[in-house]
Nanobody
């Protein structure tokens, strides 16, 4: 069982930056692929980015809408995954969720992830 707690959301002006954190419980954090998703009002939850579980090679995946602006990283010693968001746009406004998947294959579908956090609100004003 893994519990995830996100933090770092808030209100920021367009062009600004935020860093989200997601702390996981448990001692096997390094074995989980981690993803960030977001859900805007009236829309389905969508993939943002994901990072593979720890290994020889780290795989990173990004949605086209955030490539070059967002960066995912993880610190296994702190059981934490981060989402650095730069050059934020109003369309990035959403509740952001982190998720964990006990697999060696990084997934981009919400259905593949086993554990979810409660979400943190990000609001970007124009």
């Amino acid at each position: 069982q893994v519990q995830l707690v996100e933090s770092g959301g808030g209100l920021v002006q367009a062009g600004g930056s935020l860093r989200l954190s997601c702390v996981a419980s448990g001692r096997t954090f390094s074995m989980y692929a981690m993803g960030w998703f977001r859900q805007a009002p009236g829309k389905e939850r969508e993939f943002v980015t994901a990072i593979s579980r720890s290994g020889t090679i780290t795989y990173l995946y990004y949605a086209d809408s955030v490539k070059g602006r967002f960066t995912i990283s993880r610190d296994n010693a702190k059981n934490t995954v981060y989402l650095q968001m730069n050059s934020l746009k109003p369309e990035d406004t959403a509740v952001y969720y982190c998720a964990a998947d006990d697999t060696a294959v990084v997934q981009t579908s919400t259905h593949e992830y086993d554990y979810w956090g409660q979400g943190t609100q990000v609001t970007v004003s124009s």
